[in-house]
């Protein structure tokens, strides 16, 4: 049912990584389910469902210990996969958790050797990136964490870190790279606590960098969600502060283990919330999905599980524009916001002298029951 509508086009900017699509769906209690998709494969999928482009982690298209003409001759063929398919790379980052050398962190770990490792990797993987041209680059500190805070202070992990952005902002200066950097926040897994738990943590860090104007944030679903947060309030947070540089979309059900689900499928009222918001404030980077498909599916049901994740984008995005425009979510709306009072005082004297009716003010109904039950009317499509 109304398919054509729902169907995604290059001006929406989905954008897949290649281990979203390509997460062969191992887990710590079982092995991979689906067979290895070589990269330049999971390009065509991604062409075929309709993504606009593909993004990657250094390791995910280069292999850690490839040589260099191996690296040159992957990269080749990538390139005449991404053009053929008319696929961009917006987006670079690159993989500081996997290999064993990470098990204390990279950026953050007790050994100085293991935390230039981790730089050198990092500008390896912004060279690798800018050869595709992707603009923005994520950070995320997977390993970045503790199982004991007997191994070192969070404060010198702090500093640490701050030491190491400083000086990957230098090097895109250096190179004129031009990336903006967006640092990726989760609370836990792979350690038991990460430093900088939540997008807040580090917009609060953020302005502490020399070049803070190069460095936002990319809020994502699942890690919101996992503490108990509310996603919309991140990213509003970090949209207010004009640091929303990237966003990674998913769904979780907050409380469980770190699920990676489909956009939308386990919080949907969420994810209107959150969709919404991207669109009435005019958004205009990625809409990145950080996500996979079930363990039960093939590859027939990654492609289901890729479409349903812009679907459900899209079918949020037109149900945003219903409940814009509904006659009476827009007269609720206008009477909450009726007000006779300017709410700027010259001076504290002119406040001073009102008397207010605090009987009368906490009489009003809001009418909140009614404009969520006509948001539920909206999203069930009733209205
Ligand atoms: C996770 C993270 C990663 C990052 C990716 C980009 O929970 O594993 O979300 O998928 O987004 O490493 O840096
Ligand atoms: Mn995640
Ligand atoms: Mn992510």
Not at 339 to 347: D, G, K, L, P
């Amino acid at each position: 049912m109304n398919n054509g509508m729902f169907e995604p086009r290059p001006e929406h900017k989905f954008t897949f990584g290649l281990w979203t699509v390509g997460n062969p769906g191992r887990d710590p209690f079982g092995d991979a389910v689906r067979d290895t998709m070589p990269p330049v494969d999971l390009v065509k999928l991604l062409a075929e469902v309709g993504a606009y482009g593909v993004n990657f982690h250094d390791n995910d298209l280069v292999p850690i210990d490839a040589a260099a003409s191996e690296r040159d001759r992957i990269v080749k063929e990538f390139r005449v996969a991404c053009d053929t398919s008319g696929l961009k790379v917006p987006m670079a980052t690159v993989n500081l958790f996997y290999d064993p050398v990470f098990r204390d962190g990279a950026f953050t770990a007790n050994d100085a050797n293991v935390r230039a490792y981790a730089l050198q990797k990092t500008i390896r993987a912004m060279d690798l990136g800018a050869e595709f041209g992707a603009q923005v680059f994520v950070l995320w500190g997977g390993r970045e964490g503790v199982e004991t805070d007997a191994c070192r202070r969070p404060d010198e992990a702090i500093k640490r870190f701050r030491e190491a952005v400083n000086y990957l902002c230098e090097y895109n200066i250096a190179q004129n790279y031009d990336y903006k950097f967006a640092l990726e926040a989760k609370p836990n897994e792979p350690r038991a606590d990460i430093y900088f738990p939540t997008t807040a943590s580090y917009l609060a860090f953020i302005p502490s960098l020399d070049h803070a104007e190069m460095v936002g944030v990319n809020p994502e679903v699942a890690h919101e969600h996992m503490p108990g947060l509310n996603m919309l309030h991140s990213v509003a947070q970090a949209w207010e502060a004009g640091k929303l540089f990237h966003i990674d979309l998913n769904d979780q059900v907050p409380g469980r283990y770190d699920q990676d689900l489909r956009f939308g499928s386990a919080t949907p009222k969420q994810a209107f919330w959150l969709v919404k918001f991207l669109e009435d404030v005019g958004y205009e980077g990625m809409r990145h999905f950080d996500a996979h498909a079930y363990r039960t599916e093939d590859y027939e049901g990654v492609k289901d599980f890729a479409r349903g994740c812009m679907r459900t984008y899209l079918i949020l995005k037109e149900k945003a524009e219903r409940w814009n425009t509904n006659e009476e979510i827009r007269s609720i709306l206008a009477e909450i916001e009726t007000t006779n009072i300017s709410n700027r005082f010259e001076n504290a004297g002119d406040l001073l002298a009102i008397e207010f009716d605090r009987k009368q003010l906490s009489e009003k109904g809001l009418r909140y029951e009614r404009l969520d039950q006509l948001t539920i009317d909206v999203l069930f499509g009733v209205d």
